[in-house]
């Protein structure tokens, strides 16, 4: 881990000067701004090979208590302050369901709801969501039955290979409640920030749609 | 039973783990003492390495190594093998080592590998490594790369040819000398990117005691991958366990054996831990196979009544850096052998130079070769049309080969299987309002507005087999497959298959197939694929050959279950084998349909063995080997509608109609999306998608930001019908669908937009049509 005083200049040597400036660094930028306050100075890893002494180097940073409520059940976390939401989820709450398509905001992938919301849990950070309502893929079908959009995602074939999905069905589950216009286009719009490239939209579509009027009638 | 489940749009087996979360996939795996491997990259297109300094990364916190190819070449880990070298041409394999050891020769080629505790110091120890490099002169264009004075990849290659290999079918000189009409154009058929949503993975356990390896991988074909493994780790292949889990799209993107296979299964040998390395989406824009990225200067010759009477082009195919897995034999074989299109185009002549770039490896993506096929001939023949102001349909048809069923040798020396290219034409037009569109056209053009309607009517090599063809054009493997069929007592049945299925849903077509061919519920039947531990040899999932080669394979092993099952019937119900027939579940005496034994009665026998038939062994289960006669050719007729804002240059695409021909259809749904998706990722090509790097090597498109692959609001509804016309050389009648969407929609949409512009002199626009380009064309147009 860098020096967290010094994030940029950490690791920027003469020939690498070319290489992008890393949301890495970004995340640990902002997390000293936004978030230090708020962070215990000296606390572990959790990493339990770190703290069994296996790997050389020891702590790597300061880690903060988080609660995070996923899916109906509080998960008490220690965590470096830059780990994303999505990585939490996936790395420390073993919930891979949630996938990682880019790692930017840019797929869609890795849509969570939190708070009945529909966002990109690999563009905030786990730390900035204690006590909120998150709701993922693993969360959203009862213990028997699916939920109406899994069902109906079943219904009109609307995927293939299965990564973009779990972010699509998020989506499109959060769409039911936004102000999302009627047509087949409205719902295109709405569903533009879940990237397929198996290409399974017009199924999407019609997915979203079959949920939406079975809500009406 | 049979007629009900085969044919029929039953929901996929592989959706409820998918649409729960449950799948896992190549980065859900976690190992005990797992540790994570994350790659230095080159930052320059084309450099000599001077040094490489790691001090620093390896005092940073949680890392276990930094490691050199240097240090891989010393554990004996060789170059990365090419798998297609295309005989009849002067192919040169430079060597590809996984990790760069002297010189990096594009943006993203591997120079250092760190290993550490968690995948964040993994990534920020790959930072810290210093790495001083002495640039050198790049060259990224095929075309210029052949030119004297070009920049110099390989030693061993000169003017970076890495082969020259043609195609030469007829008398193209004489043919050209007789034409009336010859028209040339110099098609760029631009460089993508496959984009998999799943960005490649890879999960390596060495295990000392016994030098065993088992390698989870985001692979399309783990027994190739296993084949390739234990060639430049030097691990004997039945020491190497391959699993592809569920894998998150491929696209030919994920065919290719990796640099980073051998990396991580390296690192996990010298760390003595699991490895895990995950690619981030922008490290998978540099790192992972790119596809097209041909140059062709194409000729067209005809007879004034459109009779084509020949075709040439010089094509200047881009490999990248190095060789890939596949990557000759898809300009070459899968490329240069399809320029008859459907037409009878009795002289063709092709020249394919392939050559060496400072860019990313190129390798298959989806349709991989035969997309830069059909779009010259299609491009072509819609130029022609324009140039004997003949409507494109009637040229088609004037050229068209003419309802075939049992084999058609075109100039290439290709014999296609079956084809009725006029129906699906016939059907497309008839779909489209094709005479309605051409006056709708009109009456918008006199009112200044520009509606464009684009053919494509194409055939398509793919269900890649047989192996003595295989053998023949240099592939480097067979292309046959393989199935078990296993019954248990109980009549449950667990199927292994060779193919790998990675979204084509064929655990659902196989089952299918077995539900309906024995008389078993289709959730009765379970099919494991993907773990070569697990499952009998196969060649992998592309080319469109899962269930044209993979389904010949579990016909064979169903024929010897029934064969025994009839055997036993006999025993049984004390009657002669020749009196035994089969139907719906029930083997029964001829003439007597009451005097029968279902497969679940012999399952049970068969499997408890009291009273077996003398000499005949226990147990229900079959193997079988399938090696087609002939690819297959599925074919089509696509029309695109567009309406291009002469203002703006926007394109707007307002009808996509699409007739395909997969020969026998099993499960119309499935079918369905691979249609969709092919569609999809056609028509990007077409108007935007599209890799871009600056005279440096630097990918200028290296996100999903930059690079425009295409969201729900990009596309009409899609209207689909199908034709069907079997094929005799698999014993399912079926043709591949994977791919005949990108291959079509690309030279429709095309054609569509260069027709809406005829009217303002545009004739060449380079792909992708952004509004940018389309408005630019007809400034210059109007100028």
Not at chain 1, 193 to 208: S, W
Not at chain 2, 581 to 604: E, H, M, N, R, W
């Amino acid at each position: 881990m860098k020096d967290p005083e010094k994030p940029l200049e950490a690791h920027e040597s003469d020939n690498e000067k070319r290489a992008e400036v890393s949301r890495r660094d970004f995340l640990g930028t902002s997390v000293v701004l936004t978030a230090g306050a708020c962070v215990a100075p000296i606390l572990f890893n959790k990493s339990a090979l770190a703290s069994e002494g296996a790997v050389p180097g020891g702590p790597i940073s300061s880690a903060v208590d988080v609660t995070l409520r996923v899916n109906g059940t509080a998960h008490a976390l220690k965590l470096e302050p830059r780990v994303t939401l999505l990585d939490a989820l996936r790395e420390e709450m073993q919930l891979a369901g949630t996938k990682k398509g880019c790692d930017h905001g840019q797929c869609g992938a890795c849509t969570v709801l939190v708070d009945g919301r529909r966002t990109l849990s690999c563009l905030t950070l786990a730390v900035m969501h204690d006590g909120d309502e998150i709701t993922t893929i693993e969360g959203l079908a009862g213990s028997d039955e699916l939920h109406p959009m899994q069902a109906a995602f079943i219904e009109r074939d609307a995927f293939q290979c299965g990564y973009c999905t779990p972010g699509q069905i998020m989506s499109a589950v959060a769409l039911l409640r936004e102000p999302c216009g009627a047509s087949d286009d409205d719902v295109r719009e709405c569903m533009s920030g879940n990237i397929c490239r198996c290409g399974a939209y017009p199924n999407i579509v019609a997915a979203v749609q079959d949920v939406r009027r079975s809500k009406t009638t | 039973m049979a007629s009900r489940i085969l044919g029929s749009a039953i929901k996929r087996r592989e959706d409820p783990r998918l649409i729960t979360g449950q799948a896992k996939y190549t980065d859900d795996i976690v190992l005990p003492g797992m540790v994570y491997m994350s790659v230095v990259r080159s930052p320059y297109g084309h450099a000599r390495i001077k040094r490489i300094d790691s001090k620093k990364a390896e005092a940073m916190p949680g890392v276990l190594g930094v490691f050199t190819g240097q240090q891989m070449k010393d554990a004996g880990f060789g170059p990365i093998p090419c798998a297609w070298v295309v005989p009849g041409s002067d192919c040169k394999t430079p060597p590809y080592p996984p990790v760069a050891i002297d010189t990096v020769r594009y943006v993203g080629n591997a120079v250092a590998i760190v290993v550490a505790a968690d995948r964040y110091q993994a990534r920020d120890a790959a930072d810290a490594v210093e790495v001083d490099y002495e640039p050198l002169g790049v060259v990224v264009d095929a075309f210029k790369a052949t030119q004297a004075g070009a920049p110099q990849l390989h030693g061993d290659v000169p003017n970076n040819v890495c082969f020259h290999w043609h195609v030469t079918g007829g008398d193209v000189e004489s043919a050209f000398k007789s034409a009336d009409v010859i028209v040339k154009e110099h098609i760029i058929n631009q460089r993508l990117i496959p984009n998999a949503m799943e960005p490649r993975g890879a999960v390596a356990q060495y295990l000392g005691a016994t030098g065993e390896i088992t390698l989870w991988s985001t692979t399309q074909n783990p027994h190739i991958a296993r084949f390739l493994l234990s060639l430049d780790t030097g691990t004997p292949e039945h020491k190497i366990r391959v699993i592809a889990p569920e894998v998150g799209g491929g696209f030919g993107s994920k065919l290719p054996h990796y640099p980073e296979d051998s990396m991580a299964v390296f690192a996990s040998k010298t760390v003595k831990r699991p490895v895990k390395w995950t690619e981030g989406r922008s490290e998978n824009y540099r790192s992972t196979t790119h596809g097209r990225d041909h140059i062709q200067d194409v000729e067209i010759a005809a007879k004034r009544d459109g009779t084509i009477v020949g075709l040439r082009a010089k094509v200047w195919a881009n490999l990248g850096a190095y060789l890939s897995t596949a990557a000759p034999g898809i300009p070459t074989i899968l490329h240069g052998l399809m320029l008859s299109g459907v037409y009878k185009i009795p002289n063709i002549h092709e020249d394919v130079y392939g050559v060496f770039t400072n860019t990313t490896p190129v390798d298959a993506y989806r349709g991989a070769g035969r997309p830069e096929a059909v779009f010259l001939v299609e491009r072509m023949v819609d130029l022609l049309a324009r140039e004997l102001k003949m409507d494109p349909v009637e040229l088609r048809r004037k050229n068209m080969i003419p309802p075939f069923t049992d084999g058609y040798t075109v100039a290439t020396g290709l014999v296609y299987d079956s084809g009725n290219y006029e129906g699906a034409l016939a059907k497309a037009l008839e779909m489209a309002d094709y005479g309605g569109l051409r006056k709708k056209q009109s009456e918008m053009r006199a009112k200044g507005q520009y509606l464009g309607i684009g053919l494509c009517t194409y055939a398509e090599i793919c269900g890649l087999g047989p192996s003595q063809v295989a053998g023949a054009v240099g592939f480097g493997g067979g292309l046959w497959e393989s199935a078990i069929v296993r019954f248990h007592p109980s009549a449950k049945v667990n199927v292994m298959v060779g193919i790998s299925p990675h979204g084509q849903g064929e655990e659902t077509t196989f089952a299918q197939i077995v539900a309906s061919e024995l008389g078993v519920d289709v959730d009765d039947v379970e099919i494991t694929h993907g773990d070569t531990d697990q499952t009998p040899m196969g060649w992998g999932t592309y080319g469109s050959r899962g269930t044209a080669v993979g389904g010949g394979a579990l016909m064979g092993a169903i024929k010897k279950i029934k064969e025994k099952a009839k055997l036993l019937t006999a025993h049984l119900l004390e009657a002669s084998i020749d009196d035994i027939d089969y139907a719906d579940g029930k083997f029964f005496v001829k003439g007597s349909p009451d005097k029968f034994k279902t497969i679940q009665d012999i399952a049970l026998m068969a499997n408890v063995a009291w009273n077996m038939p003398k000499g005949m062994e226990p147990g229900l289960e079959a193997s079988a080997f399938f090696d087609p006669a002939n690819f297959v050719y599925p074919f089509g007729a696509h029309i695109a509608v567009v309406e291009v804002d002469a203002e703006t240059g926007e394109v707007a695409l307002k009808r996509y109609i699409a007739v395909d021909d997969c020969g026998k259809v099993i499960n119309p749904m499935i079918v369905e999306g691979q249609i969709h998706g092919g569609i999809a990722q056609g028509v990007a090509q077409a108007l935007w998608e599209g890799a871009v790097y600056d005279d440096d090597g630097q990918l200028l498109t290296g996100s999903l930001m930059d690079y425009a692959v295409p969201k729900a609001a990009f596309f009409p509804k899609f209207e689909l019908a199908m034709t069907e016309t079997p094929t005799t050389v698999n014993p399912l009648g079926v043709k591949g669908i994977g791919e005949t969407g990108t291959i079509a929609s690309t030279p429709a949409v095309y054609n569509a937009v260069a027709d809406a512009l005829a009217p303002l002199g545009v004739k060449t626009i380079n792909m992708p049509l952004t509004p940018e380009r389309v408005w630019r064309a007809i400034q210059e147009a109007r100028s």
